[in-house]
């Protein structure tokens, strides 16, 4: 049995995937390894874990703007997330999916971190702001 959820497209596009889910924000600037897609932060609860096709659920992003350009770089090195869900997307983030053609949603209507755990399996519908349980 499938299950919608309604959210809000960032960034167009639709995929699926196993979802690695964290409460943590996440910055991407010397938090993530653009050419593994490790999360490099010793404090982040992800830490040592790998993001690269997956699809990565974030309360939001966090620092430097220059975050948008590791996510490109990350698409361009085949080592990005599948997609993004976040609770609530920043400017960082969706900029960085956005040019890098990552499916990206936030505003779930669920509480999606607390609703969902990592290895779902979910689809990211960014073009019809759904997001698919499957």
Not at 26 to 49: A, C, M, R, W
């Amino acid at each position: 049995m499938s299950e919608d959820i309604k959210c809000r497209m960032i960034s167009k596009g639709k995929n699926s995937g196993e979802l690695l889910v964290t409460k943590d924000p996440i910055s991407f600037l010397g938090g993530v390894d653009p050419n593994t897609g490790i999360v490099i932060d010793k404090k982040h609860e992800l830490y040592n874990q790998c993001i690269t096709d997956k699809i990565l659920v974030i309360p939001s992003g966090k620092g430097s703007t220059v975050g948008s350009y590791v996510i490109y770089q990350m698409a361009k090195n085949k080592t990005a997330p599948k997609a993004i869900i976040c609770q609530h997307a920043e400017p960082i983030i969706a900029i960085g999916a956005i040019i890098s053609k990552i499916p990206m949603v936030d505003n779930p209507e669920v509480d999606i971190i607390n609703y969902v755990k990592t290895n779902d399996k979910i689809t990211v519908d960014a073009d019809n702001s759904i997001i698919s349980l499957n």
